[in-house]
């Protein structure tokens, strides 16, 4: 290559190329906009650059004409000069001639980007906050190979893991069944998301406890990956297991006790409950009692009573809508068209949804 032609080098985006031996001395340049120039030509030209810069940026000049002279390739660098009182960021692409003691120099405008990679730096900043402080358990791990990528402070706390431990390589370690996670890898790979998959899983002391996993398939730090939030659930499991055996026993029970139990959505009004026993006394189906409206299953004259004691006992309960417990003698009707002498506890109390619930205890009364 002649040396003459040394500017093709020079690309669309080149703010500057200079040309220089392996002194550093400066032996010709081009530039896009004379005006952009840190100095005029006549300050530099046949100068050695680190003479003409300041010492720190002189440094760095001279560091690559001496790596470019050693190695025979290219080498970039960045540095910063104030031009027309602003701080401009460039960077340097340093390359040898071939056959010739030369190298040349392109310099390109590097602010832009700059600002664009310390805006960057400050997002991930900011998301890698975000993702150590969010209120639930993040654990990020290769999709390929299970390895733990990422682990937030939360995530820390469930599987007590100090700042100081390290982690185990393959998340399958965490599972008290492997299968669990080839299951959830296998759904992933098939729906790209998983919601609420619960397994059993090892704490970092081994200990066991119920997970809920939602993990999603995404990109972190250019490989596939999957990033699960964790939640214990354990205590909720215990309490649903409680619950289920609390309504188990007291099926039992309603099942098979004489008196009927049952509840009156007086707001809607409508029976939202009546116990299997209501065949036993008065010869209904549950289906055909839950159908009923309160006036059908009693007597007129009872009705008339037990209309009057609501609107007395709601008057009472709005003012002061605690709980409230009444007891009455009524006669109800039967599947027969007879009646029956019954003793109604009821308590009034308010729903979740704030309509107004009567609960009730219906015993027969003996003749």
């Known amino acids: 290559m002649k040396t003459e032609n040394w500017k093709l080098y020079a690309s669309v985006n080149t703010e500057f190329i200079f040309l220089m031996n392996e002194e550093g001395v400066i032996l010709d340049y081009s530039a896009k906009k004379e005006e952009n120039l840190y100095l005029p030509p006549d300050k530099f030209m046949n100068q050695k650059i680190s003479d003409v810069l300041s010492p720190d940026i002189g440094v760095k000049w001279t560091k690559g004409i001496e790596i470019v002279k050693t190695s025979n390739k290219e080498y970039s660098f960045t540095y910063t000069l104030v031009i027309q009182e602003k701080p401009i960021d460039f960077l340097c692409e340093m390359l040898p001639i071939p056959g010739k003691k030369l190298y040349f120099a392109k310099i390109y405008n590097y602010t832009e980007e700059v600002k664009m990679r310390k805006k960057l730096d400050e997002f991930e900043a900011t998301l890698d906050s975000l993702m150590q402080n969010i209120p639930f358990s993040l654990l990020i791990t290769s999709l390929h190979n299970g390895n733990v990528l990422f682990v ?46 619960q397994v059993k899983m090892y704490n970092w002391q081994k200990n066991i406890y119920t997970a809920s996993l939602s993990s999603s398939i995404i990109h972190y730090k250019g490989e596939a990956a999957v990033a699960t939030i964790i939640v214990d659930v354990t205590a909720r499991k215990k309490a649903e297991e409680s619950l289920r055996k609390s309504e188990q026993r007291y099926r039992l029970l309603a099942e098979n006790i004489t008196d009927v139990i049952w509840q009156f959505n007086l707001t809607k009004d409508k029976y939202e409950y009546v116990s299997p026993s209501i065949k036993e006394m008065r010869g209904l189906t ?72 009567l609960v009730g205890i219906t015993r027969l009364l003996s003749e």
């Open 152 to 197: 937030n402070k939360n995530m820390r706390r469930i599987f007590n893991i100090k700042d100081t431990d390290q982690l185990p390589l393959d998340i399958s370690a965490f599972y008290v069944n492997e299968q669990d996670r080839d299951i959830l890898l296998e759904d992933l790979k098939k729906f790209g998301s998983v919601q609420n998959y």
């Open 286 to 357: 549950v289906k055909e009692a839950m159908a009923e409206k309160l006036q059908d299953s009693l007597s007129r004259d009872s009705y008339i009573e037990v209309k009057k004691t609501i609107t007395e006992e709601l008057k009472t309960f709005m003012q002061n809508p605690t709980p409230r417990h009444y007891s009455r003698k009524v006669k109800q009707a039967t599947s027969t068209g007879d009646f029956i002498s019954v003793d109604i506890n009821t308590t009034v109390r308010l729903s979740d949804d704030g309509d107004i619930i």
